[in-house]
Nanobody, 119 residues
Framework: QVQLVESGGGLVQPGGSLRLSCAAT????????MGWYRQAPGKQRELVAG???????NYADSVKGRFTISRDNAKTTVYLQMNSLKPEDTAVYYC?????????????WGQGTQVTVSS
């Protein structure tokens, strides 16, 4: 059974930092592309950052220079370090694991963790 469990969310003041973690079980973690997505109230879910199996990263323009995604294959965990947080970063943050084998895509999602940026 595949499980992605996020942690590290919470309430933080503007300008503060948080580190999200997503622990994966039930998959061969090292071959999966891992991503962090977020969904704010009334908005569509959007990609925040992704990291491929080889370590290549990509970021949404809104978080470039502030957020850093990383992975530890030995711990089967992906991280999102969030610095200089802004109120507009408030959302539920979700972890996603993706693998494509020929024409089939395998996607798994975590349950989400709330991040609130407010004074």
């Amino acid at each position: 059974q595949v499980q992605l469990v996020e942690s590290g969310g919470g309430l933080v003041q503007p300008g503060g930092s948080l580190r999200l973690s997503c622990a994966a079980t039930g998959i061969i973690f090292s071959v999966y592309t891992m991503g962090w997505y977020r969904q704010a109230p009334g908005k569509q879910r959007e990609l925040v950052a992704g990291i491929g199996s080889g370590g290549v990263t990509n970021y949404a323009d809104s978080v470039k220079g502030r957020f850093t995604i990383s992975r530890d294959n030995a711990k089967t965990t992906v991280y999102l370090q969030m610095n200089s947080l802004k109120p507009e970063d408030t959302a539920v943050y979700y972890c996603k694991a993706t693998r494509r084998i020929l024409a089939i895509t395998y996607d798994y999602w975590g349950q989400g963790t709330q991040v609130t940026v407010s004074s």
